[in-house]
């Protein structure tokens, strides 16, 4: 098993910064996949960056986010610039294992961005 924590949510005002971390504890190893989804209220769950062998932005993030991901650490950050008022969303933390097809998904953090 696979446990996920975030860190770093909170509220900024529209063109402002965030930074969230995750670190993975327990059975990390094989974990081939790491990133970010959110979901926003009243709206499904949507990619936002992960990183593997191949890193993936949503074209709604792409130029602002940032995702990094530290192996060793079992950590993966996402660093957002220019926020806007449409990324208020719950952010959580994804991790994939490859070989199982298991998926792995944090409690998440409530990102407010207000115009």
């Known amino acids: 098993q696979v446990q996920l924590v975030e860190s770093g949510g909170g509220s900024v005002q529209a063109g402002g910064s965030l930074t969230l971390s995750c670190a993975a504890s327990g059975t990390v190893s094989g974990i081939h996949v790491m990133g970010w989804h959110r979901q926003a209220p009243g709206s499904q769950r949507e990619l936002v960056a992960i990183t593997g062998s191949h890193t993936t932005y949503a074209d709604s993030v792409k130029g602002r986010f940032a995702i990094s991901r530290d192996i060793a650490k079992n950590t993966v950050d996402l660093q957002m610039n220019s926020l806007k008022p449409e990324d208020t969303a719950v952010y959580y933390c994804?991790?994939?294992?490859?070989?199982?097809?298991?998926?792995?998904w944090g409690q998440g953090t409530q990102v407010t961005v207000s115009s």
């Open positions: 994804y991790a994939y294992r490859w070989a199982s097809g298991s998926e792995y």
